[in-house]
């Protein structure tokens, strides 16, 4: 059974700080690495994707990866309110890399 | 503009009913998914499907089924079989070319039994 699982939330933190969410997996046949936001009643939209180890950065956005411990986090620098919603983290596997997802974790950015 | 689109955005079921939600994408890409999120949980994978007329079991197909006749086309039927129905359904699509080819997600439709 494929597993991906996220540090438990709710996770908050002061506006401009910076807020680290992790994800670990279970299988080492999962190729690429991917970060959905979620706001409350919405469909996933992608922040970033990593499929080499190190690290990925993207304006405020940096996403790590370290296969040998299984590992995937998101970093968010300068948080800002609008930061503030639920982070999904997925593992693409398979042939029609299809997505496995975490339960997500739910971030609050305090003004 | 190109996208993922879903209809109905609610949908209203009375027991014992099958409904259809419609998925159809214009971005021409291969791969189809269908994902079903309870309140609070991440997305499970209900069935996908990598190319016109196939489609694969995902970890939660029991009482549903879907068609693949046309590549923009995905069609998800929740059958009265599904115990347990009420649920945000999401549809996505993949190019599903290259380890770092994303899912991109419509807009949902939130099924609920009545």
């Known amino acids: 059974q494929k597993e991906v699982e996220q540090n438990s939330g709710p996770l908050s933190v002061p506006e401009g700080a910076i807020a680290s969410l992790n994800c670990t997996y279970s299988?080492?046949?999962?190729?690429?690495f991917f970060w959905y936001r979620q706001y409350s009643g919405k469909s996933p939209e992608l922040i970033m994707f990593i499929y080499s180890n190190g690290d990925k950065e993207d304006g405020r956005f940096t996403a790590q990866l370290n296969k040998a411990s299984q590992y995937v986090s998101l970093l968010i620098r300068d948080s800002q309110p609008s930061d503030s919603a639920t982070y999904l983290c997925a593992g693409s596997s398979g042939s029609a890399r299809q997505l496995t997802f975490g339960s997500g974790t739910q971030l609050t950015v305090l003004p | 503009d190109g996208g993922i689109t879903q209809s109905p955005k609610y949908l209203f079921r009375k027991e014992g009913q099958n409904v259809t939600l419609s998925c159809e994408q214009n971005l021409n890409h291969d791969a189809m998914y269908w994902y079903r999120q309870d309140p609070g949980q991440g997305l499970r994978l209900i069935y996908y499907?990598?190319?016109?007329?196939?489609?694969q079991k995902g970890d939660i197909a029991e009482g549903y089924s879907v068609s693949r006749e046309k590549k923009e086309s995905f069609p998800l039927t929740v059958t009265s079989a599904q115990k347990n129905p009420t649920a945000f359904y999401l549809c996505a699509s993949s190019p599903r070319q290259g380890a770092g080819t994303e899912a991109f997600f419509g807009q949902g439709t939130r099924l609920t039994v009545v």
């Open positions: 299988d080492r046949g999962s190729q690429s």
């Open positions: 499907s990598q190319i016109v007329n196939d489609f």
